[in-house]
């Protein structure tokens, strides 16, 4: 790695929108993944899969590719759209063992500005045969807090069998939150739906017909390696979601679809469409694609370990805590258990999490959920979330809330709150003490958003255990309704630099708000 120019760069807003756009443009290939002609060099790699970066920071980043052939990786970083200065950072060699990604980390950025990036990828025995750069940039966080920050979140992508339609224009809702230009984006899992196949039609229950783009991989569910890379490829071939990638940068967890509806460790599956039945070996393979394919700072190859969850620090104003709500949970079951020390979270997490939270000096903090926290979530008879419906004192994995809330309030920590996806709808609620069996915590909010390009879902019911009130939902009336008849939903979080005040958008498709509140900081909670 070569050491950073000394360059000044532009301020972190004062890039146009365009400039941005046009990098964008720069990444985009033709769709199925085939490199646009005018990059196709006979017999050079070719990164026809776009850049996508993760985990950015005030000083850091990942940056990711996918090449067509074995390749050296390069980054070249530069403080100008022109490249007129670069630095270059010398990345993996690309092969079959990770399909062909690599994650290159750039460390010693400067904070709150724009990094205008280009990857090329190198012939591993001739380094001067290279392919054509794939461009993209982003915006490092920012070390004063005057410049505030600004991010959207929702998940849920090409579920129940609704995937990428030409006729609508693929994932559009990737453009709307494009043209929000938010510092990052926080996808709260089921990035895919390793469960659900993607047919080429669907009859809507009006006569009309729902196409879909398809590929050999998505035509059943997902149990080799290969099957779990082409279904966490599938996404890619959506042209508005590598403009996105190109621009926005990621913080990315997974939950259950990644590997099997409600899937817990241990399980062995009575699902009649897989001859893999131990869904050990099933997650395990997952988690292998998941972080091929997405540039995750706490998975290979960044940590030989590999674990979902970490934390982000994005400046003063805000850190946030992406939870793992998968990997360490005990089975689904009624939730009646008086002693679980497993929970959810698993003690080890829990214990991270607590301690992280004690330590971090960030205005808020924002706790990424791969699942809401009140809202009744069935797995047949059992249940899938925290919540189980019975309004009285805590049982269960509702136990392991309790204790996290209880540490929130006598350790006095302040500015917390919950952001989620999962339910397929959009809704607020406030959680108040004084209308819980539970008493023992400060009040605080919980918003969910989502889904981005999956069937929408009717409201569950609310457990009354820590008190939580409704104060806006937005649900369709069915299960499963398409993208076409609920539109995509999403949230957006914008913290005031001067004020420290946190606004709260719940948006749809189109960039419509559906609903907004404004917290303020400092207080235990929130």
């Known amino acids: 790695m070569s050491d950073r120019p000394q360059t000044s760069q532009p301020g972190r807003r004062g890039v146009l929108r365009g400039a941005l756009a046009t990098s964008a443009a720069l990444a985009l290939p033709a769709i199925g993944g085939a490199a646009a002609p005018a990059f196709a060099l006979s017999g050079r790699p070719k990164a026809g899969w776009g850049v996508q970066a993760g985990d950015v920071g005030a000083h850091s980043g990942l940056v990711w590719v996918r090449s067509d052939r074995p390749a050296r990786m390069v980054v070249e970083t530069s403080p100008t759209e022109s490249f007129k200065k670069v630095t270059r950072w010398r990345g993996p060699l690309i092969g079959p063992d990770t399909d062909f990604t690599g994650t290159t980390r750039l460390r010693g950025l400067p904070p709150g500005e724009q990094i205008h990036y280009r990857v090329r990828l190198a012939d591993p025995d001739d380094p ?134 409600n899937w817990y460790p241990g399980q062995i599956l009575s699902d009649e469409r897989y001859t893999e039945k131990n869904v050990d070996v099933l997650s395990a393979r997952s988690l292998r694609a998941f972080s091929e394919y997405f540039p995750v700072s706490t998975l290979p190859p960044g940590d030989a370990d590999g674990r979902v969850y970490r934390v982000l620090r994005q ?174 939903y999403f949230g957006e979080v914008e913290i005031d630099g001067g004020s420290g005040e946190l606004t709260v958008r719940l948006r749809q498709e189109g960039g419509d708000v559906l609903f907004s509140q404004t917290l303020q900081p400092g207080r235990v909670g929130q």
Request: hydrophobic share 35%; net charge negative.
């Open 128 to 261: 001067r045969r290279t392919g054509e750069p794939v461009a993209g940039t982003f915006r490092t966080a920012s070390v004063s807090r005057r410049d505030g920050v600004r991010f959207l979140w929702s998940g849920d992508i090409a579920g129940q069998g609704w995937g990428i339609n030409p006729d609508r224009g693929g994932y559009r809702v990737y453009e709307d939150m494009r043209a929000l230009d938010p510092d990052f984006f926080l996808c709260s899992g089921d990035n895919i739906y390793a469960d659900g196949p993607i047919l080429p039609s669907v009859t809507l229950p009006d006569g009309r017909v729902w196409r879909n783009v398809t590929t050999e991989e998505k035509s059943k569910v997902a149990e080799t390696l290969d099957e779990f890379r082409g279904a966490f490829r599938y996404n890619l071939l959506d042209e508005n979601l590598l403009r996105f990638n190109a621009q926005i940068p990621t913080i990315t967890q997974w939950d259950d679809h990644e590997v099997h509806n």
């Open 315 to 488: 400046g003063p104003l805000l850190d946030v805590f992406v939870l793992d709500m998968r990997t360490y949970r005990n089975a689904n079951s009624p939730g009646r258990q008086t002693d679980d020390a497993t929970g959810i979270l698993g003690a080890e997490q829990l214990a991270w999490l607590k301690r992280e939270l004690s330590r971090s000096r960030a205005v808020w903090k924002v706790i990424a959920s791969d699942m809401p926290l009140g809202l009744v979530v069935p797995d047949g008879t059992n249940f899938e979330a925290v919540a189980q419906g019975d309004p009285g004192a805590p049982l269960g994995r509702e136990l392991q809330l309790a204790e996290l809330l209880r540490h929130i309030k006598h350790e006095r920590i302040t500015g917390t709150l919950w952001l989620t996806t999962d339910v397929h709808y959009t809704s607020a609620q406030h959680y108040e003490p004084s209308n819980a069996a539970y008493q023992d915590f400060e009040p605080f909010w919980e918003f969910v958003s989502g889904p981005l390009a999956a069937g929408g879902f009717k409201a569950l019911k609310l457990d009354g255990t820590f008190g939580p009130r409704q104060v806006f939902i937005k649900a369709p009336d069915r299960n499963n309704t398409s993208p076409a008849e609920t539109p995509p």
